[in-house]
């Protein structure tokens, strides 16, 4: 189970940097077809919004990588559920705020995971 519950904190991570990436170096370019919805106009003007949206991702990826390393198993469930919990809350803002997909990519993952680290206790 343990190992489960790894992989899917690591998925996360692994999502939270690639929307760092999207958002911070590549907003203007492959960002645009990501985001279908958004007119071409306006991804110029909000680059430097969206470099700082990818900077909090980048956090909360850093949070989940750090959770991977804490070798004690309480403490670090703790910072996964804390982190995993922050992704979650921003996965269902996003799905009330912009798109019901956001949820299903950022959102599910990370209540699979708390769902597994709950269970797992």
Not at 47 to 60: M, S, T
């Amino acid at each position: 189970m343990e190992i489960l519950i790894n992989i899917l904190i690591g998925l996360v991570a692994l999502l939270h940097l690639y929307f760092l990436w999207l958002e911070m170096f590549a907003w203007e370019t492959r960002a645009r077809k990501v985001f279908r919805s958004l007119p071409d106009h306006l991804f110029t003007p909000t680059k430097v919004l969206a470099a700082n949206q990818g900077l909090y991702n980048g956090f909360l990826a850093a949070g989940l990588i750090w959770s991977l390393l804490i070798s004690d198993t309480i403490w670090a469930s703790n910072v996964a559920i804390f982190f995993l919990s922050c992704v979650l809350i921003a996965g269902i803002y996003g799905a009330i705020s912009v798109d019901k997909k956001i949820f299903i990519v950022q959102g599910l993952p990370a209540l699979l995971a708390l769902i597994l680290i709950i269970v797992n206790r």
